[in-house]
């Protein structure tokens, strides 16, 4: 039978999350394509209230194990906000902390390490510290991984694996042990160096890959091409595969640099209204062929930089469709130490294409095969980008 402390606990608790969670004068610094804010909240109505207090009395006189009102409740804001999209969470005061700590943009992996196991013919933990995070949740070296974020790995070559691994700092994926265990989510926490790789190709291709647009992105990729004299460098062919985004005014500052009008993107948001992002009239490469090279991990910011190039037909976009993650996330940091990191607006092409779901589809499908080699693959494209008129 339920007993009337929970129900004074929960209306209670209901009331206060009417009012501002934190002080008037809190901030908090800007991380990746979030931002802090603060806002007051509309009354819930009663109605409503009545019907969570009861569900809330049912759960905790009759599920099966006891649980306390902090856990309950726990679980119920981690609902309330996992419920609205696949991005906006609940963040405790712990994950939060971590995710400060970060500077915009950063790439970042797992703890760990996977190598294959020719035996077991199996992908497995390596590399694994006894005092890392990961140690202290049961993982142990040569435990085996059958899947990351619904992809088997045993289908996969090593690139692929490591590219799986690999996202946003302070994101998270989903690790499956074996086919019959449940999937765990882990956070993206060991930083990875980011700077820009580029070669030079005999046909005078120049590659330019760029893991995650950060805040120096466009001033190094003006840095590199300049590096070349004009008459040598034939085409240049920017290697996004993977890059899970990072800053948005970094993407828009990149696309600048070979358009001289029109918009690079826009946003739109109910709280904050709608804005766009116009090239500036200017032209650095004027005669340059660019192309873009993407696959299914290339997201946001690296969506942005695509969509605007190939929708002013400035670029031609090889590889696979592009993730389709086109939003910008605010974090409201709440009383207690948590906070919640919530979608509140969309990016969209310069045609006014929605991105969030959709992605960017490439000119010419074209992924790499589980047979070639990556050098191959890669001097493939520079040639067909040559081809391309």
Not at 96 to 110: D, N
Not at 212 to 241: C, G, M
Not at 325 to 346: D, E, R
Request: hydrophobic residues 40%.
């Amino acid at each position: 039978m339920a007993h009337s402390h929970w129900k004074t606990v929960v209306f209670t608790s209901l009331l206060m999350c009417m009012s501002p969670a934190w002080s008037a004068g809190s901030q908090e610094p800007a991380l990746d394509d979030m931002e802090t804010d603060q806002q007051t909240y509309a009354e819930i109505p009663v109605s409503s209230i009545q019907e969570f207090v009861q569900i809330y009395g049912i759960v905790k006189d009759n599920y099966i194990q006891e649980k306390n009102d902090d856990a309950l409740f726990q679980q119920a804001i981690k609902g309330l906000v996992a419920g609205l999209d696949r991005y906006s969470r609940y963040l405790s005061p712990e994950e939060f902390e971590q995710l400060r700590q970060y500077t915009e943009g950063e790439l970042a992996s797992l703890d760990f390490n996977l190598e294959f196991h020719p035996q077991l013919k199996q992908w497995v933990i390596s590399d694994l510290d006894k005092d890392a995070d990961s140690s202290k949740l049961g993982f142990r070296n040569g435990i085996t991984v059958y899947k990351i974020d619904d992809q088997v790995l045993t289908t996969l070559n090593p690139e692929q694996v490591r590219h799986l691994l690999s996202g946003s700092i302070g994101s998270t994926l989903t690790l499956q042990l074996s086919p019959q265990s449940q999937a765990i989510n882990l956070v993206r926490n060991t930083k990875i160096e980011t700077e820009i790789e580029s070669q030079f190709h005999s046909n005078q291709v120049l590659v330019i890959h760029v893991k995650v647009f950060q805040q120096d992105t466009a001033n190094e990729i003006k840095r590199i091409i300049e590096s070349y004299p004009s008459n040598r460098v034939k085409a240049v062919l920017f290697d996004l595969r993977n890059n899970p985004g990072g800053l948005l005014s970094a993407a828009v500052e990149s696309a600048d640099l070979f358009l001289n009008q029109g918009v690079i993107v826009s946003t739109k948001s109910r709280s904050e209204g709608d804005q766009q992002f116009q090239a500036l009239p200017s032209f650095e490469f004027p005669s340059l062929k660019i192309g873009i090279l993407i696959n299914q991990r290339s997201a946001s910011a690296a969506e942005v930089f695509t969509a605007a190039l190939k929708e002013h037909n400035r670029a031609w976009i090889v590889g696979e469709k592009s993730y389709g993650k086109g939003v910008v996330q605010k974090l409201f940091p709440l009383s207690n130490g948590s906070a919640i990191q919530m979608t509140v607006a969309q990016y969209f092409s310069p045609t006014g294409r929605m991105i969030e779901g959709a992605g960017i589809q490439p000119h010419l499908t074209y992924p790499l095969a589980l047979d070639m080699r990556e050098d191959n693959y890669i001097a493939h494209i520079t040639d067909l980008l040559l081809m391309h008129k």
